[in-house]
């Protein structure tokens, strides 16, 4: 056998050759055979050691076994995203949602009109640039607002009709300062029946926006017979908007007709809106309260 496995035979077993039993063989010492075993164990656990290290160097994450980690995050998603059996089951739609969906920030519901004001310093909190025929528009609306503009656009486009965004969310400060130009300009009454006061603007919502068309650019009643105010009165529904304040309809909407304001309520409640017909208004779907200022 070799010469220098004794003095490590001895370094590691702790004894001296003497007190192993000298073999038949002729090997140098007992614990030859054990030995050879110990360090061939020695040498595979060496170079599991590095194949680890370079493993783990590889994937780069430190660990010792890098995909327990993942594994175990995919596990709790996947665990998380399994409903439980416990949850409440989904309210029914109602066409007479409570009040309080009138009055909350968050649903798509909030009602903003001469009876109903805004909260104090209400701001929404999702407000996005409203990107339209590819552009991005200095214009902003709560973010699923935007996303549904987006794609009524794009729906106009493909039916010929070119849209044109003109004012979409507006500030109380703004509104305030739009409210108090006019009241200078023409008188309070006459102010009303033109402009919201500051905290009761549909705009203020973050839902509501005016649009013209490539072919008619002006805010009056005459957009009703372009083509991209007749496309809006079909098909703006569609894409969860509906015609804010419809013709006939001032004494519950507390505003004169302007086919050219539309208002997101979403898909669904916009459509059921729509089905009513008779140029039903959001007051009357939902009962809620609408005309003119208290005082
Ligand atoms: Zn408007």
């Known amino acids: 056998m070799l010469p220098y496995l004794r003095p490590l035979c001895m370094m590691l077993c702790g004894f001296s050759g003497r007190m192993h039993r000298r073999p038949q063989n002729g090997g140098f ?56 059996t416990s949850a409440a089951p989904e309210p029914t739609p109602s066409a007479t949602p409570d009040d309080a969906q009138f009055s909350d920030t968050d649903s798509l519901l909030l009602c903003a009109n001469k009876k109903h004001k805004l909260p104090d310093g209400y701001v929404p909190s999702d407000l996005t640039n409203v990107t339209v025929n590819g552009t991005v528009t200095s214009y902003t ?21 070119q849209l044109v965004l003109t004012s979409a969310y507006r500030s109380y400060e703004y509104q305030y300062q739009l ?42 009643q005459g957009f009703a017979q372009d083509s991209g105010g007749i496309w809006l009165a ?32 979403g898909v669904d409640n916009a459509s059921a809106l729509y089905a009513a017909g008779d140029n039903e208004t959001f007051e009357e779907y939902y009962s809620v309260e609408g005309g003119d200022y208290a005082s």
């Open 29 to 84: 010492c007992g614990t030859v055979v054990g030995m050879k075993g110990y360090l061939i164990t020695l040498l595979v656990l060496l170079l599991a050691l590095a194949g680890i290290s370079l493993y783990s160097r590889f994937y780069g994450d430190g660990s010792l076994f890098p995909g327990l980690p993942h594994a175990t995050a995919a596990a709790v998603e996947t665990a998380a995203s399994v409903p439980s």
């Open 234 to 265: 079909a098909h703006a529904h569609e894409y969860g908007f509906i015609m804010r304040y419809p013709q006939g309809k001032q004494d519950i909407t507390g505003y004169a007709f302007e086919p050219w304001h539309f208002r997101y309520i």
């Open 141 to 161: 609306l709560r973010r699923e607002a935007a996303e549904a503009m987006t794609k009524m656009f794009a729906g106009a486009a493909q039916d010929g009709v």
């Open 179 to 220: 409210y108090n130009d006019y009241v200078a300009q023409y008188g309070s009454a006459t102010a009303d029946t033109i402009s919201s006061r500051p905290g009761y603007s549909d705009h203020q919502t973050g839902l509501a926006a005016d649009i013209t068309s490539s072919t008619y650019s002006a805010l009056n």
